[in-house]
């Protein structure tokens, strides 16, 4: 069974900096892609940045140049560095491991940016 436990959220002012963790433990399949969602108070879960076994990032529009995604194969964890936060940012964050069909998802994390 595949766990995924993330870490690292809580309250900022916007502009400051935050750095999410995601570790997994259980079998896991070593080529795989780590995402980051996020779910904003009222509104949809969405993808905010993504990264595949060979380091290949995607990232949603609204966070290109502030937020990095990285990962630790060693390890089996996935990061996501958070800079000049706006109060638009506030959401649950998950992190979600995928291979072939398989797909596992963190509990969540509570970011949340005051203005």
């Known amino acids: 069974q595949v766990q995924l436990v993330e870490s690292g959220g809580g309250l900022v002012q916007a502009g400051g900096s935050l750095r999410l963790s995601c570790a997994a433990s259980?079998?896991?399949?070593?080529?795989?892609?780590w995402d980051w969602y996020r779910q904003p108070p009222g509104k949809q879960r969405e993808l905010v940045a993504s990264i595949t076994w060979t380091g290949v990032t995607n990232y949603e529009d609204s966070v290109k140049g502030r937020f990095t995604i990285s990962r630790d194969n060693t390890k089996n964890t996935v990061s996501l560095q958070m800079n000049r936060l706006k109060t638009e940012d506030t959401a649950v964050y998950y992190c979600?491991?995928?291979?072939?069909?398989?797909?596992?998802w963190g509990k969540g994390t509570l970011v949340t940016v005051s203005s």
């Open positions: 259980g079998v896991i399949f070593s080529i795989n892609t």
């Open positions: 979600r491991l995928y291979w072939g069909s398989a797909e596992h």
